[in-house]
């Protein structure tokens, strides 16, 4: 049976809508912000099944940012909702990780005006014994790759899910990358991408949390890389899928594979050929 063929939608942002995943919006804020932002997406999704977009069952999600200074996965907090309308509409059974396997985002190079930012979203189904990470890497053949590996227990982890203050999310990300430190061994070079694995400690199948939740904890711990000197401020990919096995009771553990890339690599075409 054939795939569906891949497609993108074009989501454009105001500024006074867009969050971060460092940003300073209370829980309050962020509620209204992702209810408006949802509601949006949920416009948007209709009118792309309207156009042809079809139902897709395993897939792989691109996000190109444009428009944003900032490294392209802080956008995770302002993807959630739009992610979540595109459940809403009914574009793909679930957004959990047994069928969004794997989440990446990269910067969209081309200038675009000020005051909005611009998300591509690209979807591209999979077959059921397709491996995204293997898919990946092997666009890369050669590359060279540095793994660190973090265990975070329950005061240092930090999800989009979690309802806290802004004072409190800071707390918690800078425990993050106290619990970071020493993790990051080598460096893949001042070019590369990353892929973060996250392991649950709930061992029930189907239960487990989106792994691009985690984005936080995820940037916290890539931060301690980039003021050791080991990593880029933004790499050219960055990309979160589900790791095998379970955590320990009471913590969660990301695997971060950071891989060379060439300077100019062009990720869209490369996971479409």
């Known amino acids: 049976m054939s795939l569906p063929r891949p497609y993108a939608v074009r989501f454009t942002v105001s500024a006074s809508l867009w969050m971060t995943t460092t940003g300073s919006e209370d829980a309050t ?3 209204r912000h992702r209810g408006r932002l949802r509601a949006y997406g949920r416009s948007v999704w209709r009118d792309a099944k309207k156009a042809g977009a079809p139902r897709v069952g395993r897939y792989l ?11 392209p996965v ?10 979540d309308a595109g459940t809403d509409e009914g574009l793909w059974p679930d957004d959990d990780p047994y069928h969004r396997v794997m989440t990446c985002y990269l910067r969209d190079p081309r200038p675009l005006p000020g005051g909005r930012a611009e998300l591509f979203i690209w979807v591209i189904p ?5 491996d995204p990470l293997a898919m990946l890497l092997a666009r890369v053949p050669g590359s060279r790759a540095t793994l660190a590996r973090a265990t975070f227990d329950e005061g240092s982890w930090l999800t989009s899910n979690m309802r806290m203050s802004a004072r409190d999310r800071k707390s918690f990300q800078t425990r993050a990358m106290k619990t970071s430190r020493g993790a990051w061994k080598a460096s893949p070079g001042a070019d590369c991408g990353v892929v973060c694995q996250v392991r649950y400690p709930d061992p029930r199948p189907r239960y487990k949390g989106d792994p691009d939740n985690v984005a936080e904890t995820a940037t916290a711990m890539w931060g301690v890389g980039v003021l050791d000197g080991l990593l880029p401020a933004s790499p050219s990919i960055f990309c979160f899928m589900l790791a095998d096995g379970e955590s320990e009771p009471g913590h969660h553990d990301l695997d971060m594979l950071a891989f060379s890339t060439p300077g100019d690599v062009d990720w869209p075409t490369l996971l479409l050929a």
């Open 61 to 71: 999600m691109l996000v190109t940012v444009g428009g944003r200074r900032e490294s």
């Open 126 to 130: 999979l077959r059921p014994n397709t």
């Open 29 to 31: 804020e962020r509620k």
């Open 74 to 83: 802080l956008a995770a907090e302002t993807l959630k909702p739009l992610i």
